[in-house]
């Protein structure tokens, strides 16, 4: 692990993808673990002192020095008495609850704070076990409806790769599936605040029936329009004038299954209409080759379809 960002993460100066990958390294093992709180002893050697906080460059000299600090009798008892707390404290701290959901699946959760979230197919949250203690921060891949339990001091934030979405009570809808790249948030309730990485320092403030989403390397605002495409957590696959192969893109979401189109032609056609998940692909395909000319194969074993 790179020093730097241990060292930043020690200051809470990371961005949270890189606190997420610090965490993910604390975790992958013991020995990894063991040299976190070494370097996090030394980290907490140079506050004593009053020196500033260490960076890559300087670490050869602070190392020197931090062994000069901990010859001195009293720094040290007052150095083991902090470590010891640091270590109960961040063991704490540094547990993490995760809630995955597979393909062709959705589920619903109660945070601490009594803040209600829908998670998609393909999506996964995670929050700190002190979560409600000092902050309601959640880390999201994928997509996830939230109906955020009201509290002024205490605004709940969702984090994604690249995007931030903070609110205080409110009931909004957040897309981030890391692989695609894309993002969105759409609110039905209260208000929003969305902040993006690429552009630090500016927010985009949300009001009721609005989205934002990152298109064309910008962030747009425009209104919600369709709501029935936010009718996932309730087991529907909807769409209003979309292509067919994005239609296909939320059947391989909704169904768990992998489709192969062969046709590229069959992307110039769009479709409008509602399907419930539990009716299975079969019958979407079924109703859609109404009105658009294709032919299909199902492969169970692989699970897998190959359209032409």
Not at 110 to 120: A, E, H
């Amino acid at each position: 692990m790179n020093n730097d960002l241990l060292y930043r993460y020690f200051m809470g100066t990371v961005t949270p993808e890189e606190g997420m990958a610090v965490k993910q390294w604390v975790e992958a093992s013991e020995d990894n673990r063991k040299a976190f709180f070494r370097e996090r002893r030394m980290f907490d050697a140079m506050l004593l002192v009053g020196n500033e906080a260490p960076v890559v460059k300087r670490r050869p000299v602070l190392r020197r020095l931090g062994r000069a600090v901990l010859k001195v009798a009293s720094v040290a008892a007052l150095l083991f008495f902090a470590v010891l707390l640091y270590d109960s404290y961040t063991e704490k701290r540094d547990t993490f609850a995760v809630v995955s959901v597979p393909a062709g699946q959705r589920t619903h959760i109660t945070l601490p704070d009594g803040t209600g979230v829908w998670l998609n197919a393909r999506s996964e949250i995670r929050y700190s076990t002190s979560y409600n203690d000092s902050h309601r921060d959640v880390a999201l891949e994928g997509e996830a409806y939230f109906s955020v339990a009201k509290n002024k001091e205490l605004p709940f934030i969702v984090h994604t790769r690249n995007f931030d979405v903070k609110a205080t009570g409110t009931v909004f809808n957040v897309q981030a599936y890391p692989e695609t790249n894309d993002f969105e948030a759409a609110l039905f309730e209260g208000g929003v605040d969305v902040s993006s990485h690429y552009a630090p320092g500016r927010v985009w403030h949300l009001t009721p029936g609005n989205k934002v989403s990152w298109h064309r390397r910008r962030l747009v605002v425009s209104a919600i329009g369709n709501e029935d495409s936010y009718q996932w957590r309730a087991g529907f696959i909807s769409f209003r004038d979309e292509r067919l192969d994005a239609i296909l893109k939320q059947f391989e979401k909704s169904f768990g299954i992998r489709i192969n189109i062969h046709n590229r032609s069959l992307f110039e056609h769009t479709y409008t209409g509602k399907f419930r998940q539990s009716d299975g692909v079969d019958y979407a395909l079924r109703v859609l080759q109404r009105d658009i000319n294709f032919r299909y194969s199902k492969d169970d074993e692989h699970e897998s379809i190959d359209i032409y």
